[in-house]
């Protein structure tokens, strides 16, 4: 059972990524899911929780910015034995912000949303608790680059 963790700006190919590799076999939890609930987290603790319960695999898909915000999620995936995979997505604010042009409708965000969550994000590591972890970038009509997360690599250069 596989508990993931997207990380990246808005646009950088989370959800995208989702629907072409994991869609049929893993579960959705994503606030972007729950626009009127009050408290995000604590339903989105509840919803992993619920599958993982099942022994269903989750993909948690938000920006997922902070060493906090992953803590609370790999926590739950701890209780429940589960591998708990990362994949940041690489996130240079220009790209995103002309992908996020390109949107329509509600996907779109306002620039300074992405402004706000460049200033949060925080590069993930293993002492997190990641039993794995990878770097997936947007390629080529909807393909993704994913290779293996190096340590030590610069990232977004
Ligand atoms: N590999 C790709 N090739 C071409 N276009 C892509 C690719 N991946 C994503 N896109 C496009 O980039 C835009 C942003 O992608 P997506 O919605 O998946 O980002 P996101 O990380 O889920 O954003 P948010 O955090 O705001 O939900 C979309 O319009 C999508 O069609
Ligand atoms: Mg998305």
């Given amino acids: ?37 009050r408290n995000k987290a604590r339903r989105q603790a509840q919803l992993i929780e619920a599958s993982l319960k099942e022994g269903r695999s989750v993909v948690v898909d938000n920006t997922n910015a902070t060493v906090e ?17 990362g994949y940041y997505f690489e996130s240079r604010l220009k790209n995103c912000c002309d992908r996020n042009q390109l949107r329509s409708g509600k996907a779109k ?10 200033k949060r994000l925080v590069r993930p590591c293993y002492a997190e608790g990641f039993d794995r972890l990878f770097y997936v970038r947007v390629a080529e009509n909807f393909r993704f680059d994913v290779r293996e997360w190096q340590e030590n690599e610069v990232k977004d250069g």
Wanted: proline residues 2%.
């Fill in 1 to 37: 059972m596989e508990l993931m963790i997207f990380i990246g700006l808005q646009a950088s190919g989370k959800s995208t990524f989702f629907r072409t590799h994991f869609a049929t076999t893993h579960e959705l939890v994503s606030k972007d899911l729950m626009r009127n609930n």
């Fill in 109 to 118: 965000v306002p620039d300074v949303a992405i402004y706000a969550t460049i």
């Fill in 69 to 85: 915000e992953r803590a609370s999620i790999i926590q739950i995936g701890k209780m429940y034995g589960s591998e708990i995979i």
